[in-house]
């Protein structure tokens, strides 16, 4: 059975308060600043065995980052159209953490391999956007 998507801390009073307190302590981005729009669909995470609720949210001004590096280890700013763009959408080979060799579809974008629960996630939004559309 999979660990319950839950807040973290007792001070959050919903999951929308934790992913605003995590942005904050993960990347630096002062959750006063950040409008949230709503939630994706939850996810199970085979490999973690935990259940994971995406917040869909943003900034009216590209933040100043500051990365704690024990919880993450790079940025990537990309574009949502690189996303759309069908051409970034490829298989690639990608070692699991079972050291398993896996053939995925990922985005791959600025040389990097996005696939997984990531990939999963932000198919879902670009989904969503190509249906509003809304041109970028």
């Given at each position: 059975?999979?660990?319950p998507?839950?807040?973290?801390?007792?001070?959050d009073?919903?999951?929308?308060?934790?992913?605003?307190?995590?942005?904050?302590?993960?990347?630096?981005?002062?959750?006063?600043?950040?409008?949230v729009?709503?939630?994706?669909?939850?996810?199970?995470?085979?490999?973690?065995?935990?259940?994971?609720?995406?917040?869909?949210?943003?900034?009216?001004?590209?933040?100043?980052?500051?990365?704690?590096?024990?919880?993450?280890d790079?940025?990537?700013?990309?574009?949502?159209?690189?996303?759309?763009?069908?051409?970034?959408i490829?298989?690639?080979?990608?070692?699991?953490?079972?050291?398993?060799?896996?053939?995925?579809?990922?985005?791959?974008?600025?040389?990097?391999?996005?696939?997984?629960?990531?990939?999963?996630?932000?198919?879902?939004?670009?989904?969503?956007?190509?249906?509003?559309?809304l041109?970028?």
């Amino acid at each position: 059975m999979a660990k319950p998507i839950s807040t973290n801390e007792d001070n959050d009073i919903d999951l929308v308060q934790t992913a605003l307190r995590e942005t904050e302590e993960e990347i630096g981005v002062n959750k006063n600043i950040i409008n949230v729009i709503g939630e994706l669909t939850q996810l199970y995470i085979p490999p973690s065995n935990f259940n994971v609720q995406p917040i869909i949210a943003y900034t009216n001004s590209i933040p100043d980052f500051i990365l704690d590096k024990n919880e993450v280890d790079q940025i990537l700013e990309i574009d949502i159209e690189e996303f759309i763009n069908p051409e970034n959408i490829v298989h690639k080979k990608v070692l699991s953490r079972n050291n398993l060799q896996l053939s995925v579809i990922c985005y791959f974008i600025q040389n990097e391999i996005i696939w997984g629960a990531s990939a999963m996630i932000l198919s879902e939004l670009v989904e969503i956007l190509k249906k509003t559309n809304l041109k970028f």
